[in-house]
């Protein structure tokens, strides 16, 4: 088999991300018959289908799917070697994973911050839970991501980036709440498993031989401090989340104590893929703010 061609690589990666070769041909500039082409050399140099139809669009096969995350792999690092050898500024896409809760937060100023620094480089965000973070940085699908612990650490890099003072947060009927007997069988709310102050909750509740009476899981912080102050039961939200919210009064907000009262959020990345783009960004965090 022949070497990859970076160009047929970016011409395959236009025709999976727009979900067809003529929508891929225009965003590339190119002619569509073009594209065709190119993408059946490759297809045949390979010796496996790369795409197929569904509902008039194109697809990844299982193969395709394999290919196209070296091909982000393989292009980004063209576009980093051409940035070293010209100047090594930060250049080209940074993919970055966080949770919900740092990207509304503490994310704003300190990318605002990079962008003015290095407005050369695109960010692209993805959010997700910590255990669903590390697994796609480990996966080459990000390049690093900001996770909470507990998380899986294995074969990841880490940088001390954020503390968040954790509160549990009730319905005003309620009251306060002093320890986990006082839940009874209500429910939890929180985000899908592998969330790490869903952990910390359930944590905290088998401290103490409190099994939940059932988890209502939601993907986002508005829609948890909704269902707590309707009444549907208790979360764990870091207070800065609260603060930005501007939900402080429409819940009951109860201080956590011990190993429970913060939570260390890190940057993570693979130690083996280290770009000027992401070493910008641990410069930036490390930076006095």
Known sequence: MRNLDLDALQIFKAVADQGGVARAAQHLNRVQSNVSTRLKQLEASLNAPLFRRQNRRLVLSDQGRVLLSYADRLL?????????????????????????????????????????????????????????????????????????????????????AFQEDLTLISPLAWGAIASPRDLGDRSVIAFAAGCSYRRILESWLNHEGVAA?????????????????AGSGVAIVPRSVLAVLGAEHSVCVSVLTGPYATALTQLVWRADDDSPALQALRQQLQAPR
């Open 76 to 160: 980004r690092l063209s576009d980093e070697a051409q940035a070293a050898v010209r100047d090594g500024a930060p250049q080209g896409v940074l993919r970055i994973g966080t949770m919900e809760s740092t990207a509304a937060a503490r994310l704003p100023p300190i990318l605002a911050a990079y962008h003015a620094a290095w407005p050369q480089v695109g960010i692209e965000l993805v959010t997700g839970t910590s255990g669903a973070l590390a697994a796609k940085v480990r996966n080459f699908e990000i390049e690093a991501a900001f996770v909470a612990q507990p998380f899986p650490a294995e074969g990841l890099a880490t940088l001390d």
């Open 213 to 229: 009476g059932r988890v209502m899981e939601f993907a986002s912080y508005h829609a948890i401090v909704a269902c707590v102050a």
